[in-house]
């Protein structure tokens, strides 16, 4: 597995009406998140957006980045509703539960 992939796929409602998209990896979370309006950047843009790049140069962990993403998320009001999060820090893909009910 890539270095740099998430374990497990972090899924967005981009807006209203639109399909869920996942995001797989590092990469593909900076890329949205270089293109997030700046009127609506804060600090939890900037811990999501200082993870993922801190994991692209090995100073932050995969894991780590897609935390800090899916914090962006769940804040932002991106997270798909069926999107599952770790029930406990340093947990893995078997101990998930849903974001919302």
Do not use: H
Not at 58 to 73: K, P, T, Y
């Amino acid at each position: 597995m890539d270095r740099l992939q998430f374990e497990v796929p972090v899924r967005i409602t981009p807006a209203p009406g639109l399909p869920v998209e996942e995001i797989y990896s590092v990469e593909q979370a900076l890329d949205f998140l270089q293109n997030w309006p700046k009127r609506r950047q804060g600090k939890v843009y900037d811990a999501a957006f200082n993870a993922c790049f801190g994991a692209t140069v090995d100073v932050a962990s995969a894991e780590e980045a897609c935390r800090a993403f899916m914090g962006f998320c769940r804040v932002s009001g991106l997270l798909a509703r069926d999107m599952m999060l770790p029930l406990k820090r340093g947990g893995s893909a078997r101990g998930f539960r849903e974001a919302r009910a």
